[in-house]
């Protein structure tokens, strides 16, 4: 009886043991390495984190109440004026004068750069002998200064040896002052524009077009499709969500263009190329009116947030990301 009740008490025992073995220990140390790896990460963000509060944030947060404030930077301090400031600008002509020109300028560059980046980055997108060196070439205006390419432009639209009527004539028309007339010199900026974004399209594109699976491609090929069927077919389709980065991209960009109407018309001839951000610059820095300046800057950011959102509910809908 004393040996049989020595077994059937041993089980117990021993789960009473395995009960005790598998109790966890306690968490606290790990919480530890976790907060102190977590405030490492915060270590390394804080620096970038402080230059985007000083040079973004903060100057867009100041451009809301300067906005509401008179000031011309010289005489006195800033006196409060309310909404005086949006009130002028809404009631005076030359805002939606820039707006318009602003608005026709992004509409005829945003299209052509998108089409003709699409164009090139699938020509591109061939394996064929010294394809990096083409598209360096391409990628060659991303990396110059605006300002210097405006100034060669200045040299190609010049009216009387400019490289651009020199093919003029050689096609039998005649020349066009395409910066001195307020017929052609939005045309001639936008032209130039194209002509620099076509390298920004081109990166994007050639990187959307190489991460399409190939076995897409063979099997479109396969079953007799040719190659601008399987562009036209599967590829462009499938570029989706590069075009509509594009889209938001270009659009934000091409309205807040100044360099190249600085260095070129300066907003002439007779305002044609007074867009919306030169118009800024000029109650700025030449009228000295800071508040009603901000006032624009706080319009054009309202616009373009609202164009973007119109943009993401529009198109980005019918966007397929699969």
Known sequence: MNSATAVLEQPPAEAATTRTETVPPPRRPQRRRNRRHDFTGYAFVLPALAILVAFSVFPILYSFVLSVFSWDMLTSGPRFVGLDNYSDLLTSGELYRSLSLTA??????????????????????????????????????????????????????????????????????????WLNDPNTALLALAIMSVWKNIGFCVVLYLAGLQSIAPNVVEAATMDGAGFWRVVRSIKVPLLGPTSFLLIILLTIDQFQTFAQVDVMTQGGPAGATTLIVPLLWEHAFELFQMGYASAIAVVLFVIVMLLTLVQMFIVGRRVNYQ
Request: proline residues 5%; charged residues 5%.
């Open 104 to 177: 026709v300028y992004t509409i005829i560059t945003v299209g052509p750069s998108m089409a003709l980046g699409l164009i090139f980055a699938v020509l591109l997108d061939q394996n064929i002998n010294a394809i990096s060196v083409y598209r360096s070439f391409f990628f060659a205006p991303l990396m110059t200064s605006t300002v210097a390419i405006s100034v060669v432009w200045l040299w190609i639209y010049h009216p009387d040896y400019g490289l651009m009527n020199e093919a003029l004539g050689f096609l039998g028309a005649s020349p066009v002052k």
